[in-house]
């Protein structure tokens, strides 16, 4: 009975407090995944402007073309039509490749981690569990509970400990003793 309490206890302790810091742990590498895809594409920005510094610098070209746009240069007879100028026409932007996936649960686990945890992940939020222990103002009634059966299994069931009967004798001996002492 005593084991019997003490692993209610734990198992009442152990997702109380390890859970919220699973879920922050999850966020961060949320969050990391998703400032790795900014990195790239800010890396992927720099290389595209990078390419166009150069063009204006050494590409005669593109300079024409950039000269046309910016003084509004046309050439005589030649009429120029505005295909942007309301946004109409402007193309769509393209998705983010890496799209950020719908969450199953408040623990947000990275789709990369083991089946299993996977696996209890779903169990424990078809159950309520996850959004039970991760409920702040239930956390600590959690705990309390925790420590109401640690503290019972100790009170109620703690191991005591026993003596041989050779250490009873000697026992009895030394009440003896010290009773004739004092009489």
């Not at 799209?99 to 408040?106: D, F, M």
């Not at 169990?123 to 991760?134: H, P, R, T």
């Not at 503290?151 to 003793?177: E, G, N, Y």
């Given at each position: ?8 206890s ?10 919220p ?41 593109v ?15 030649e ?23 719908a ?20 169990w ?27 503290i ?10 026993r ?21």
């Amino acid at each position: 009975m005593f084991l019997l309490l003490l692993g209610l206890s734990f198992f009442v302790f152990a997702p109380t407090v390890l859970l919220p810091i699973l879920r922050d742990y999850c966020d961060l590498l949320a969050e990391e995944t998703q400032l790795a895809a900014d990195v790239a594409s800010l890396e992927a920005e720099v290389a595209r402007r990078d390419e166009l510094m150069y063009a204006f610098q050494n590409d005669a070209v593109v300079n024409e073309r950039l000269a046309v746009l910016d003084l509004h240069y046309k050439r005589p007879n030649e009429v120029i039509l505005p295909v942007l100028g309301d946004g109409s026409f402007l193309p769509q932007q393209a998705d983010n490749p890496i799209q950020v996936q719908a969450s199953r649960t408040a623990l947000h686990l990275p789709a990369y981690w083991p089946q299993w945890a996977l696996r209890a992940e779903s169990w424990a939020d078809s159950k309520g569990l996850i959004s039970l222990f991760l409920d702040p103002s239930l956390r600590p009634v959690f705990l309390l509970m925790s420590c109401g059966l640690t503290i019972a299994a100790f009170v109620l069931f703690a191991p005591r400990l026993r003596f041989s009967p050779r250490d009873d004798s000697r026992m009895s001996k030394t009440v003896a003793s010290t009773a004739q002492a004092s009489s």
